[in-house]
């Protein structure tokens, strides 16, 4: 029972250009959403968040957005560098806990 | 500022055998996660604690698995007896509750090989 999905395992973009990462998730519980990065051999680092009652959070070339009734979020990163080339993880909590749920992860690859 | 220290950042080790996976939490954290990730089932969690009380140990795959926290610097993951399907990478990860929910700390993690 998969609560939170990432649908495509991989992305390949131009250096410069705009990569969206998708993400859905079922559990209506879920009010918290983050995204997390990761580089080979070392643990996740965390990217960016969105509290259920906004609907948009920049930080940066980071953007995150939520559509709650599709309960879907998308993270946009412009302009795309070779450095953010890796696994990004989209993760949902419910505020009560700190209990984080993650998605398959999604490869990005960004190409000078 | 110290992160998340987990040792061994490799162990390899036969099928029957004990396996003991070990983490420091940032200090000041009062939550401490274990994630395991696999290709096929990417970071799932396994247990969690709140000031070293266990609070979620639904994750846990069998009996052959458990965790404990005696002290608010130190927690153990013990794999007893291993299989070749408990390879995998583990991470333990703290947070502060204060902070907000889920922005955890991941530690390098110990990839474990089970022959």
């Known amino acids: 029972d998969q609560q939170v999905k990432q649908n495509s395992p991989s992305l390949s973009v131009q250096e410069g250009r705009i990569s969206i990462l998708n993400c859905d998730y079922t559990?209506?519980?879920?009010?918290?959403f983050l995204w997390y990065k990761k580089y080979p051999a070392e643990g996740p680092t965390f990217l960016i968040s969105?509290?259920?009652?906004?609907d948009k959070n920049e930080d940066g070339r980071f953007t995150v957005f939520l559509n709650k009734s599709a309960k879907h979020l998308s993270l946009h990163i412009v302009p795309s560098q070779p450095g953010d080339s890796a696994v990004y993880f989209c993760?949902?909590?419910?505020?009560?806990?700190?209990?984080?749920?993650f998605g398959g992860g999604t490869r990005v690859l960004v190409k000078p | 500022d110290a992160g998340v220290i987990q040792s061994p950042r490799h162990e390899v080790t036969e099928m029957g055998q004990e396996v003991t996976l070990r983490c420091k939490p940032i200090?000041?954290?009062?939550?401490l996660f274990w994630y395991r990730q696999t290709m096929m089932r990417g970071l799932e969690l396994l247990i969690y604690?709140?000031?070293?009380?266990?609070?979620?140990d639904s994750g846990m795959p069998e009996d052959r698995f458990s965790a404990k926290m005696p002290n608010a610097s130190f927690s153990t993951l013990k794999i007893q007896p291993s299989e070749p399907r408990d390879s995998a990478v583990y991470f333990c990860?703290?947070?502060?509750?204060?902070?907000?929910?889920?922005?955890?700390?991941f530690g390098e993690g110990s990839r474990l090989t089970v022959l």
């Open positions: 604690f709140n000031n070293n009380v266990p609070i979620d």
């Open positions: 559990n209506s519980m879920f009010d918290y």
């Open positions: 993760a949902a909590s419910k505020a009560a806990g700190n209990k984080l749920t």
């Open positions: 200090s000041g954290h009062d939550y």
């Open positions: 969105i509290s259920s009652i906004k």
């Open positions: 990860a703290s947070s502060f509750s204060k902070k907000g929910p889920g922005e955890l700390f």
